[in-house]
């Protein structure tokens, strides 16, 4: 039996929840069963971990949104790689990947949608509807994200298959070296609190209103904030730190890349975002056993049960994430337990072998048996 090509096209390689995604996705697959290669319109990190990982990968350098002239390097791309399933990821590469294949001679697509996109997008679903029948099936990373996308699609149920996320359990447990190491670097004591947030520095995860909510806390009590990541918004979080918003206790810790260190460092898991997907920056934190305290919105609500594993605040309001991150603050037991439910609810509903089975199983359903097998 030959093995089914699968490549993937994504809008970029850099570093973003659906990057990461697509890249333990693709060093996890079958290999003895599906022949993996990614191409990315545009370069980033993630090229270099595939690559890394021995996953062929290819990039176009797309100059902007609408550089059709790259269309032609894909179908020949697509071609001669005879791909039997293109699964793109990301609107702009869904609509190269769609209009490429039928040249390419690609039989079958899937497409992944990644958010509930919380900006006013109308052309996204148009497109979704124009072009159904160039698509097998449509992947959605959570059941939010479905709902979000068929309400305003209009498209029937069928055209779904809703496939969460997962997470590197195992590479995600708490490491009490690390805490002891980087807790003492940054000069916290056993009583203090230390809420994080991991992701990028953009205006939709509600990074503002995390330091609006920080501010509130003044600089009286034990609760301190550190942030990492880099985005568009890295300018406003380094102004605040620099006059030391929250009284000195926000501490800005830029890329960082042994996000398991830090999450085992923190005691609490922030995420203020106005739309998310499948937050996998949460799952992480939630497999590391930390308690959550998420926006009210699609996505976070598939993943954080209130009262159980954490809790959920209204979006852009920074005066109920201040009091939740109090009162968590001020209650270890009730951070305990809802670390120990978090982790639970992750290791058992969202783990990543299962994610890769999904798609498995996915891609020998909408491509059957190729010829010559």
Request: with cysteine; charged share 25%.
């Amino acid at each position: 039996m030959r093995r089914l090509r699968i490549c993937h096209l994504i809008t970029t390689l850099g570093v973003g929840g659906a990057e990461r995604g697509l890249w333990e996705l693709c060093r996890r697959m079958d290999r003895r069963r599906f022949d993996v290669r990614v191409v990315g319109l545009r370069g980033g990190a993630v090229q270099r971990w595939l690559a890394e990982a021995d996953v062929p990968v290819a990039v176009l350098g797309v100059r902007g949104k609408w550089d059709a002239g790259k269309l032609r390097p894909l179908v020949e791309l697509l071609r001669a790689g005879a791909v039997d399933v293109l699964h793109t990821h990301l609107f702009h590469a869904d609509l190269a990947g769609r209009a490429a294949a039928p040249a390419a001679g690609v039989r079958h697509v899937v497409h992944t949608v990644w958010t509930a996109e919380g900006r006013w997008r109308p052309w996204q679903f148009a497109w979704a509807r124009l072009a159904k029948r160039a698509c097998d099936r449509i992947v959605c990373v959570s059941e939010s994200v479905r709902e979000h996308h068929a309400r305003r699609s209009g498209l029937p149920a069928g055209c779904y298959t809703v496939i969460p996320w997962g997470v590197d359990t195992e590479a995600f447990r708490r490491d009490a070296a690390a805490r002891r190491r980087l807790r003492r670097q940054w000069g916290l004591g056993k009583d203090d609190v230390l809420a994080a947030f991991v992701g990028r520095l953009e205006f939709y995860k509600g990074v503002e209103t995390l330091l609006t909510a920080a501010e509130r806390l003044g600089p009286r009590g034990n609760v301190h904030v550190a942030i990492a990541g880099d985005g568009p918004q890295r300018p406003i979080v380094e102004r605040f730190v620099d006059r030391a918003g929250g009284g000195g206790r926000v501490r800005y810790l830029g890329h960082v890349e042994d996000i398991p260190a830090l999450l085992s460092a923190a005691d609490l898991y922030v995420m203020p975002s106005l739309w998310e997907g499948w937050p996998l920056a949460l799952g992480e934190a939630m497999s590391a056993g930390l308690p959550a305290i998420g926006s009210d919105v699609a996505g976070i609500r598939d993943l954080i049960v209130p009262g159980e594993t954490g809790l959920r605040v209204p979006s852009k309001d920074p005066a109920a994430l201040a009091e939740a991150i109090s009162a968590l603050a001020g209650d270890r037991a009730r951070r305990q337990a809802f670390g120990r439910a978090g982790r639970k609810r992750i290791v058992e509903g969202f783990s990543i072998e299962t994610t890769v089975r999904a798609h498995e199983e996915l891609y020998d359903e909408v491509a059957g048996t190729c010829p010559g097998d």
